[in-house]
């Protein structure tokens, strides 16, 4: 036993490290797609209002940000006695890595507080078992936890406040009192207003009260009183969904218009979804098929639990399979601790059979997961295209050059000249748009030197978002329409041209294909800094010099 519990402990520490390794990759250059949309809104909260600019996600997690932003100002500035407001976002506008930062450290907490709930929730519901906690040490290695953990985005916080829903759950099932309807609501309302996606599991409070144990009586009101508390928990972590319907069912149409962009059929969507199912430990783990052996003993010993666990699964895997994001493996997160829980009852069955069957159980349910994490945080800590590009082109361009990228995390993190962002400060301002301070801020505390930055006009359905965010999201840059060849950029006084593979491409982007031919025929390609294996990560760049 004393061994067994070094080996857990050994187990837990690695899975932290997996979560703080290389957290810092990539700063103050932010490579992932999502993450400036959240950590500028969260930002935004210090204008003075938690109205959103935007209901692209609900407002719990950047709420959370927001104080954490808070609380480092008066850290960082001494109480406000060394620097004041206009210094703090000039040090957000600059260098935002520790903004960044907060919000990866804290998204790593909350997966980690997950994890841990969903043992407790595993002991609980055999504790007449003995050995590792394996529904746990399978979310402890998953590649996408991993993932996620190094992002400042609300996925993992969604997956913590499920995971908690899922706990109590099985407390209204079994105890079925007042108090755990009350928590279970809450719970999956708080999940809620951290991603949409949770919506699914809500599932979970009216099975778990429908389905539960007979001998403990349960009268229908507390279900009323648990959706009720579930509906607080929603409007406290999002108030303004409330507050401000119009707008935000004006942004759910939205959301509805992108549903209806497909690159995939049906079919291809929902075969997509059932194998992230199969594989939501990582690929090539047994913890897929171990979850359907579990369901198998669930049924065989409580048929009502079985229903209680397999229904918000099937939730998900149903909604998913209709949707084309629904490929995108993160969306399963609200299901991840019942396929954890199935999974840990049929390898906890065999590695009660000896120690040889504990290790190779543990070896085919977390080996993958563990492998698939480790070389994730390997690459993180690589050096990357962009970052090598923006240091070529600080060293050859000169400062004023006017100068084409894609969007940024695709594309080297460059400054931008003052005289642009005095410019882009008055067109947002006049504009009604939040923006506005950010580029004040640009211009009050600029370094001195930089570029004036273009980016390529990209399409919606291109770039899989929002209608209405990306067109907000453009109108709030300095922006230019392609689709016609280079004459754009010319007239813009446009001096270089920087593409890149997680960019637009003649393949991708058809509708900019008048715009590569001729890029290739009448600019000079001056500089590729292309990715190698195992040395240098990121995207292809090419550096293009436009001629006359």
């Known amino acids: 036993m004393k061994k067994l519990r070094w080996l857990l402990a050994i187990a837990a520490v690695f899975a932290v490290w997996l979560r703080f390794d290389s957290i810092g990759y ?30 692209k996600y609900p407002t719990l997690w950047p709420a959370l940000l927001f104080v954490c ?26 260098d935002p890595t520790c903004f960044y930062l907060i919000g ?59 995971s908690l829903g899922w706990y109590f759950a099985l407390k209204v099932y079994r105890e079925g009192t007042r108090r755990w309807h009350w928590a279970c609501g ?92 199969w594989n939501f430990a990582g690929e090539g783990s047994i913890a897929g098929l171990a979850a359907i052996v579990g369901l198998g003993s669930f049924w065989g010993r409580d048929r009502r639990l079985a229903v209680l666990v397999l229904a918000p699964i099937l939730a998900y895997s149903i909604s998913l399979s209709g949707h084309p994001d629904g490929p995108w493996m993160r969306y399963l997160l609200g299901c991840f601790p ?54 070529w082109v600080t060293r050859n361009i000169p400062p004023g050059t006017g100068v084409l990228m894609d969007y940024p995390h695709a594309s080297p993190r460059l400054v931008m000249d003052k005289e642009q962002a005095a410019e882009l400060e008055a067109k947002t301002k006049a504009a009604g748009s939040p923006r506005w301070r950010l580029y004040a801020a640009m211009r009050n505390s600029h370094p001195g030197g930089g570029y004036r930055i273009y980016r390529l006009q990209r399409s919606a359905a291109d770039l899989r978002s929002n209608p209405a965010h990306v067109l907000s999201s453009q109108a709030d840059a300095a922006t230019l329409d392609m689709s016609a060849g280079l004459g754009g950029a010319r007239r813009a ?55 006359g």
Request: aromatic content about 12%; charged content about 15%; overall charge positive.
């Open 493 to 547: 006084g446009v001096g270089y041209v920087v593409t890149s593979s997680y960019g637009a491409s003649p393949a991708r982007s058809p509708y900019l294909e008048a715009f590569f031919e001729e890029l290739w025929r009448r600019a000079v390609l001056v500089r590729e800094f292309a990715p190698v294996q195992g040395k240098i990560g990121g995207p292809h760049l090419r550096i293009f010099k436009l001629s």
């Open 104 to 162: 990866r450290v804290l998204s790593a907490v909350f997966g980690l507080l997950g994890m841990a709930v969903i043992w407790k929730m595993e002991r609980e519901n055999a504790p007449e078992a003995s050995g590792p906690p394996w529904a746990a040490l399978v979310i402890a290695f998953c590649p996408l936890m991993v993932e996620l953990s190094h992002a400042a985005k609300p996925d993992l916080a969604m997956f913590f406040f499920a």
């Open 69 to 94: 932003y808070g609380a480092y100002f008066v850290v960082w500035s001494v109480f406000g006695l060394r620097h004041g407001v206009a210094d703090y976002a000039g040090l957000f506008a600059w």
């Open 338 to 391: 019942g396929l954890a829980l199935l999974a840990g009852e049929s390898l906890g069955a065999v590695a009660r059979l000896g120690r040889g069957p504990a290790v190779l159980v543990f070896l085919a349910a977390c080996g993958p997961g563990l492998f698939a994490s480790s070389s994730f945080d390997a690459g993180l800590g690589l050096q990357d295209t962009r970052t090598l590009a923006a240091a």
């Open 186 to 277: 809450a719970a999956l309302g708080l999940a809620m207003s951290t991603q949409y996606t949770a919506l699914a599991a809500s599932l979970l409070l009216p099975l778990a009260h429908a389905l539960g144990r007979k001998a403990a009586p349960r009268p229908w009101r507390f279900l009323a009183e648990g959706v009720a508390a579930a509906g607080v928990g929603f409007f406290i972590g999002s108030p303004y969904i409330l507050l401000d319907f119009p707008r935000f069912w004006a942004a759910m149409r939205d959301f509805s218009a992108l549903a209806e962009v497909r690159d995939k059929t049906v079919a291809q969507v929902a075969l997509a979804v059932h194998r992230n199912l």
């Open 26 to 55: 990539g700063l103050p250059h932010t490579y992932n797609a999502d993450e400036p949309h959240i950590v500028n809104l969260a930002v935004s909260f210090g204008s003075g209002s938690l109205n959103p600019y935007s209901f």
